[in-house]
């Protein structure tokens, strides 16, 4: 053992979680309302906790974007708390492959009153996004669709994002087995490998000036600083 003790990662005794529930409220009636809304419509429970949704709200807040991207839309429910941190007449491009999805989410945006504010772009990210480069520089990407393209992701906002601009990107725990030992072809290539690879880009690829937020599925926060 070290000469001194370091203080803990994050925070996991179940009263002080019931506490931060109480007193923050994470979610509200309208969010609450768009998260049941997407498992009525069949989709997938794979949307941003409750917290990480709040922290991701305030964090946006905080940069008060005007030019932001999302990738991954699912029924909307990130995408709308991106919305509230927007500037005023800020606009939010998200990304998302599924069809199915996009429409839930088109109806979910215009219930949250930020329809007007939203672009939804059907179809594999990394082709569409393409089409909005030339809108760049951007101030805030987020990323939350398929892990393995993670750093590919990366190199797009790192390319697309002006000097100081945001990346924010959710599941960085890899369902907490981003610190598993092994290797082989399940580890090698594939979800994990595409997580491990991006936090390691942001952390010591020198462009960006980054942390992971140690919440439930762990939240990467980076600035871009060269
Ligand atoms: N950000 C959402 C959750 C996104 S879940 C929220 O927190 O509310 C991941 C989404 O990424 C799914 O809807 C999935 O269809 C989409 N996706 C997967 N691969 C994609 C790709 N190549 N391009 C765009 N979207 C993709
Ligand atoms: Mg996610």
Redesign the pocket.
């Known amino acids: 053992m070290g000469s001194r003790m370091e203080k803990g990662f994050g925070q996991s005794d179940p009263q002080v979680i019931a506490y931060a529930h109480r007193v923050f409220r994470p979610e509200d009636e309208v969010l609450r309302f768009v998260r049941e809304e997407?498992r009525r419509k069949g989709?997938?429970d794979?949307?941003?906790g409750s917290f990480?949704?709040l922290h991701l709200e305030v964090l946006v807040r905080m940069v008060a974007p005007s030019r932001v991207i999302?990738?991954?839309?699912?029924?909307?429910?990130?995408?709308i708390?991106i919305c509230r941190g927007l500037a005023p007449g800020g606009r939010l491009h998200t990304?998302?492959?599924?069809p199915r999805?996009a429409e839930v989410a088109r109806a979910n945006f215009d219930r949250a009153g930020v329809g007007d504010r939203v672009t939804i772009h059907v179809?594999?990210?990394?082709e569409?996004l393409a089409k909005v480069a030339r809108e760049a520089p951007f101030d805030l990407v987020?990323i939350?669709?398929?892990k393995g393209?993670y750093p590919d992701y990366l190199r797009w906002a790192t390319d697309h994002l002006r000097m100081g601009g945001t990346v924010i990107a959710?599941n960085t725990f890899g369902w907490g087995q981003i610190g598993q030992d092994g290797s082989g072809p399940a580890i090698a290539d594939g979800p994990l490998a595409g997580l491990r690879r991006f936090n390691e880009m942001v952390a010591v690829g020198g462009r960006f000036a980054g942390t992971i937020l140690p919440t439930a599925e762990g939240l990467t926060v980076a600035v871009k600083v060269r």
């Open positions: 997407s989709l997938p794979i949307e941003v990480d949704g999302e990738i991954g839309t699912l029924g909307g429910y990130s995408g708390r990304f998302e492959l599924d999805h179809g594999p990210a990394l569409n987020f939350d669709a398929d393209r959710d």
